[in-house]
């Protein structure tokens, strides 16, 4: 099998699962019991919060464990937009967001009577500042804009967005569950109010999540039920998950720079045998601001389930968008926002790659691309002449 789909999940690091292991097993005590069982796993708890908050340039109380990125993005835009509503009811989120942010977004504007503007993108996949700038309102209170998009891997001008937001007296709030560990990150002096972070997509275990929310800003509740957290995320904590996450970042850092640019020479190398042999595909997105592992492309005439299935048959896992549309192979929501006709968005596959993949692999890969193409491209021509002939 040749995996190449590293933005839906990644597995579990050595270093991670080693950590993991002994509160699995020995300090499987609650969190939250003062005895020794329980102290023994709320170390493990604080000593995770704080090689994480050392890892982001944070400050431990400003991280809140949470089950995934899905919930760490509901509790920033759901917690903060109602928190602060008495400051202004006008929203405003990109409108190639995650579904775990556009959702929310959507949910508040329909079901408790918030404004949202859903800012657009241009052709690459990016945000204009300019358009931001025109679209904050006196009655702004929250901006939600993804640091790197989880479909094409295109970046967005954050630090511009940041300051625009700074200026104006608006919260920003950033998911970025696909950017940590390909990307500098370091929260503390960044300007951001909030940002959001998975484990599973950086070799730590799924069923832990990150909510970085700056000192001083207070955010509602969007679960009842326990004061953990320092009340603002109740239920008992996932122990084992969470000190997984933790020995995950810092092996997913160990070697950030050089690990990125293997990687986009690999994606490189894909594309070019890809173009090669279906000269009538596309990339999508922006290719200069980009994240390093990320290729996402559009295979003209094709449909993106006809080739993900011959992939699969092949042995080669890859999607066609967000691995959060379950089952679902469908135009994406990205791709027509950045104004991708329908029929080219239907027609796209991503390919993700990580730090296990090999040359050898990326070199079978688009061996197995060009097969594909190859049969495609002869049945084509098959049915062709037999048109022709019944004409």
Same mark, same amino acid.
């Given at each position: 099998?040749?995996?190449?789909?590293?933005?839906?999940?990644?597995?579990?690091? #050595?270093?991670? +699962?080693?950590?993991?292991?002994?509160?699995?097993?020995?300090?499987?005590?609650?969190?939250?019991?003062?005895? #020794?069982?329980?102290?023994?796993?709320?170390?493990? !708890? $604080?000593? #995770?919060?704080?090689?994480?908050?050392?890892?982001?340039?944070?400050?431990?109380?400003?991280?809140?464990?949470?089950?995934?990125?899905?919930?760490?993005?509901?509790?920033?835009?759901?917690?903060?937009?109602?928190?602060?509503?008495?400051?202004?009811?006008?929203?405003?989120?990109?409108?190639?967001?995650?579904?775990?942010?556009?959702?929310?977004?959507?949910?508040? %504007?329909?079901?408790?009577?918030f404004d949202v503007t859903f800012?657009?993108?241009?052709?690459?996949?990016?945000?204009?500042?300019?358009?931001l700038e025109r679209a904050i309102?006196?009655?702004t209170t929250l901006v939600s &804009?993804?640091?790197?998009?989880?479909?094409?891997? !295109?970046? @967005?001008?954050?630090? %511009?967005?940041?300051?625009?937001?700074?200026?104006?007296?608006?919260?920003?709030?950033? $998911?970025?569950?696909?950017?940590?560990?390909? !990307?500098?990150?370091?929260?503390?002096?960044?300007?951001?109010? /909030?940002?959001?972070?998975?484990?599973?997509?950086?070799?730590?275990?799924?069923?832990?999540?990150?909510?970085?929310?700056?000192?001083?800003?207070?955010?509602?509740? &969007?679960?009842?039920?326990?004061?953990?957290?320092? @009340?603002?995320?109740?239920?008992?904590?996932?122990?084992?998950?969470? !000190?997984?996450?933790?020995?995950?970042?810092? =092996?997913?850092?160990? $070697?950030?720079?050089?690990?990125?640019?293997?990687?986009?020479? +690999?994606?490189?190398?894909? =594309?070019?045998?890809? %173009?090669?042999?279906?000269?009538?595909?596309?990339?999508?997105?922006?290719?200069?601001?980009?994240?390093?592992?990320?290729?996402?492309?559009? *295979?003209?005439?094709?449909?993106?389930?006809?080739?993900?299935?011959?992939?699969? +048959?092949?042995?080669?896992?890859?999607?066609?968008?967000?691995?959060?549309?379950?089952?679902?192979?469908?135009?994406?929501?990205?791709?027509?926002?950045?104004? +991708?006709? #329908?029929?080219?968005?239907?027609?796209?596959?991503? *390919?993700?790659?990580?730090?296990?993949?090999?040359?050898?692999?990326?070199?079978? /890969?688009? $061996?197995?691309?060009?097969?594909?193409?190859?049969?495609?491209?002869?049945?084509?021509?098959?049915?062709?002449?037999?048109?022709?002939?019944?004409?």
């Open positions: 099998m040749i995996y190449l789909d590293y933005n839906a999940t990644t597995p579990l690091c #050595a270093p991670a +699962l080693e950590a993991m292991a002994p509160f699995l097993r020995e300090h499987y005590g609650n969190p939250s019991s003062v005895h #020794a069982a329980g102290r023994e796993a709320r170390a493990g !708890v $604080d000593d #995770a919060r704080d090689r994480l908050a050392e890892l982001l340039g944070a400050k431990p109380h400003e991280l809140i464990f949470t089950s995934s990125g899905t919930e760490s993005n509901n509790l920033a835009v759901l917690g903060l937009a109602r928190a602060h509503a008495h400051r202004g009811r006008h929203l405003i989120c990109a409108s190639t967001e995650h579904h775990a942010v556009l959702h929310a977004f959507e949910h508040l %504007e329909k079901r408790e009577g800012l657009p993108v241009d052709e690459r996949g990016r945000i204009d500042p300019g358009e309102r006196n009655d &804009i993804m640091t790197a998009n989880n479909e094409t891997g !295109v970046l @967005q001008p954050m630090e %511009e967005l940041v300051n625009l937001c700074s200026e104006r007296g608006v919260l920003l709030h950033s $998911d970025m569950v696909q950017s940590f560990g390909k !990307v500098e990150t370091r929260l503390g002096k960044s300007g951001l109010a /909030a940002a959001s972070f998975a484990a599973h997509k950086f070799h730590g275990p799924k069923g832990a999540g990150l909510l970085y929310l700056r000192a001083g800003l207070p955010v509602e509740a &969007i679960q009842f039920g326990g004061a953990h957290e320092n @009340q603002r995320r109740p239920g008992t904590e996932n122990v084992p998950a969470i !000190v997984g996450m933790a020995a995950a970042a810092e =092996w997913a850092l160990r $070697d950030r720079p050089g690990e990125q640019k293997r990687q986009s020479g +690999l994606r490189d190398r894909l =594309w070019d045998r890809i %173009e090669e042999s279906f000269p009538a595909v596309t990339q999508n997105g922006d290719t200069t601001n980009r994240l390093a592992n990320t290729l996402n492309v559009s *295979f003209a005439g094709l449909s993106s389930e006809t080739i993900l299935m011959a992939l699969d +048959l092949e042995g080669v896992c890859a999607s066609s968008g967000s691995a959060c549309m379950v089952g679902s192979v469908v135009a994406s929501h990205v791709l027509l926002a950045m104004g +991708l006709p #329908a029929p080219l968005a239907s027609s796209a596959v991503r *390919f993700s790659l990580g730090q296990e993949t090999t040359a050898e692999e990326i070199g079978r /890969a688009g $061996d197995i691309v060009a097969r594909i193409m190859d049969r495609v491209s002869s049945a084509e021509t098959n049915a062709s002449k037999a048109a022709y002939a019944v004409i």
